[in-house]
């Protein structure tokens, strides 16, 4: 039962994060493309913002295949946390709940792969299937830059947050001005698209 239980979280899981990814990088599934959500990453402070978006969608895309597939373990699950332990951060401002724009998805989500982590293969993944596994020190090197990238990206997420918060305030025609026009409410879609 616990296997299915697995196969079960690691599908969904997967297949929700690699839809997602091909959204952020590619434009599938009615997503931003990488462009756009290139520009939802520099608002955010992760620069260069093309650099970023493609590295969380490359997290999410091939992070959600190989989760799915239960392959190259614990390549898949590490990356969804790392990306979704940025995206998190990224809405934490927002308070727990998704409909003010908070971090309950990203979380959650987080959750799963650390439970998926913490699981190791299951009896259905590809891995035990095949008999396929990583060496120690390809697995040592994959949670090393895992999360190296994890901590420069919250590091980036964190410094924008702070300068913000120290910036003057707009004054507030200046800003009903720029909520009210087009471009204003494209680059908040974009932002919105690209972090979550």
């Known amino acids: 039962m616990l296997d299915s239980t697995l196969l079960g979280l690691r599908l969904t899981l997967g297949g929700y994060l690699a839809a997602h990814g091909a959204q952020k990088l590619f434009g599938s599934l009615d997503g931003p493309g990488l462009e756009k959500a290139a520009a939802g990453f520099e608002r955010m402070g992760l620069e260069p913002g ?34 979704m332990s940025v995206a998190s951060l990224t809405h934490a401002d927002k308070g727990p709940l998704m409909q003010k ?33 990583l060496s120690k020190g390809l697995v040592l090197l994959t949670v090393l830059g895992a999360v190296t990238m994890t901590a420069y990206s919250a590091s980036q997420v964190l410094k924008t947050k702070r300068d913000a918060a120290l910036a003057p305030p707009v004054p507030e025609t200046h800003a009903a001005e720029s909520a009210d026009s087009p471009a204003g409410d494209a680059a908040e879609d974009a932002a919105a698209e690209a972090s979550a």
């Open 50 to 83: 093309k650099a970023f978006a493609a590295l969380a969608g490359g997290s999410e895309f091939a992070g959600g295949i190989l989760t799915a597939a239960g392959a190259a373990y614990p390549v898949g699950p590490l990356a969804l946390a790392g990306a």
């Open 101 to 133: 724009g908070g971090y309950e998805l990203p979380a959650t989500n987080l959750a799963a792969a650390l439970v998926l982590l913490g699981a190791g293969r299951d009896r259905y993944s590809f891995d035990r299937l095949t008999g396929f596994r």
